[in-house]
C-alpha cells in the first residue's frame, strides 16, 4: 500500500517569503501525484498535478511542484507568498490498490499561515 | 465545469435516526467516493465506486451504506452512528480512477 508523508505540520512565514512544502511517498508502481489546498471553511481545490512528461508542474496561483522520481518526492514551491495562501495543503498519491482500483492518498496536510 | 455538489451543507442527528447524504456530478464521471475527514486531519477514503459498481470498501462499518443510482449520483444512508462519527463527509468525482478526483464542498455531521 502507498503512503504518503508531508515534512512539515506547521509553516509560518511573512508576506513575500519564498515556498517549500516537502512530500514524499512509498509506492514502487506507477503513481498520479497531486496537491490539494483547503482554505479556512473552504473545500479540498485541485493546486497542481503530476501524470507524466515534465517533472516541474505549474499550477494555479503561482504554485509549481517538482516530481524527483528518484527522491520519491514531490515538493510544492512558491516563490513569493500572500496572505490569501494561508491554508491547509495536502499533497495525495493516485496509486493501484489491488486488481483495477487505484486508491487516493493523503498526506496528513501542512497548515501555511502567512502574516501580513 | 468540475463541479460536484453535495446536500446537506450540515446535518445534525441523533443516534437512533436515520438520514442520508447526497452527491451530484454532471461531468460525466465514473467512479465517485465517500471520504471523512476529521477536523485538522486529511480525508480518509471511505468507498469508491467504479460504473455504479462498488469497487472499493475501506472496512466502514454497516451503519455507513453506500448507494450509486446512476452515474451521475452518489448517495451515503446514515443509521444508528455514533457521536465519533461527526465529521466533515466529502464526495468526489473523476473520469477513471486513476484521473484527477474533485470534490464537493462536503457536508458537516453532527451526530448527537
Known amino acids: 500500500a502507498q503512503s504518503v508523508s508531508q515534512h512539515n505540520h506547521h509553516v509560518i512565514l511573512s508576506e513575500a517569503a519564498s515556498l517549500e512544502l516537502g512530500c514524499n511517498y512509498s509506492?514502487?508502481?506507477?503513481?498520479?501525484l497531486f496537491w490539494y489546498v483547503q482554505y479556512p471553511g473552504q473545500h479540498l481545490q485541485l493546486l497542481l498535478k503530476y501524470f507524466s512528461g515534465d517533472p516541474l508542474v505549474k499550477g494555479i496561483k503561482g504554485f509549481e511542484a517538482e516530481f524527483i522520481k528518484s527522491k520519491f518526492s514531490f515538493n510544492l514551491r512558491k516563490p513569493s507568498v500572500q496572505w490569501s495562501d494561508t491554508a491547509e495543503y495536502f499533497c495525495a498519491v493516485n496509486a493501484r490498490s489491488g486488481g483495477s482500483n487505484y486508491k487516493l492518498t493523503f498526506g496528513k496536510g501542512t497548515l501555511l499561515t502567512v502574516n501580513p | 465545469d468540475t463541479e460536484v455538489t453535495q446536500t446537506p451543507k450540515h446535518l445534525v442527528m441523533g443516534m437512533t435516526n436515520k438520514k442520508s447524504l447526497k452527491c451530484e456530478q454532471h461531468m460525466g464521471h465514473r467512479a465517485m467516493y465517500w471520504y471523512k475527514q476529521k477536523a485538522k486531519k486529511p480525508p480518509e477514503l471511505m468507498f469508491v465506486y467504479s460504473y455504479e459498481k462498488l469497487s472499493i470498501n475501506e472496512s466502514v462499518p454497516s451503519r455507513f451504506s453506500p448507494e450509486c443510482p446512476n452515474s451521475s449520483l452518489l448517495n451515503l444512508h446514515l443509521h444508528a452512528l455514533q457521536p465519533e462519527d461527526s465529521a466533515l463527509y466529502l464526495c468526489?468525482?473523476?473520469?477513471?480512477?486513476?484521473?484527477?478526483?474533485?470534490f464537493g464542498p462536503g457536508t458537516r455531521l453532527l451526530v448527537l
Open positions: 468526489a468525482s473523476s473520469f477513471l480512477g486513476l484521473e484527477t478526483q474533485y
Open positions: 509506492y514502487g508502481g506507477t503513481v498520479n
